[in-house]
């Protein structure tokens, strides 16, 4: 999600600011990115099992967003 959406949803682009230290590298924290690289595969044995659930009623991240992760979670070969 970006911080436009998050935004819009009420969560102020300033907050954003101070949770990522005044970074605008918000994609690179991104968990559905953070899978997609190299370094996951080669570490994923340590990452626990990952149970998701997402309520289709959530007004700041978009459902969508777990489904990507998944995907990105089993494309990388974490089942």
């Known amino acids: 999600a970006s911080v436009n959406n998050f935004h819009r949803r009420g969560l102020d682009r300033s907050v954003m600011r101070y949770i990522f230290n005044g970074s605008n590298m918000y994609h690179y924290y991104s ?3 953070r899978v997609r690289r190299k370094v996951f595969k080669k570490y994923q044995h340590w990452v626990p099992n990952i149970f998701l659930l ?3 009623a959530d007004q700041t991240v978009p459902p969508d967003s777990s489904i990507i992760f998944a995907q990105n979670l089993r494309e990388a070969g974490h089942n």
Do not use: I, K
Request: a positive charge; glycine letters at 16%; proline letters at 17%.
């Open 31 to 33: 968990p559905s990115r």
């Open 54 to 56: 997402h309520g289709l």
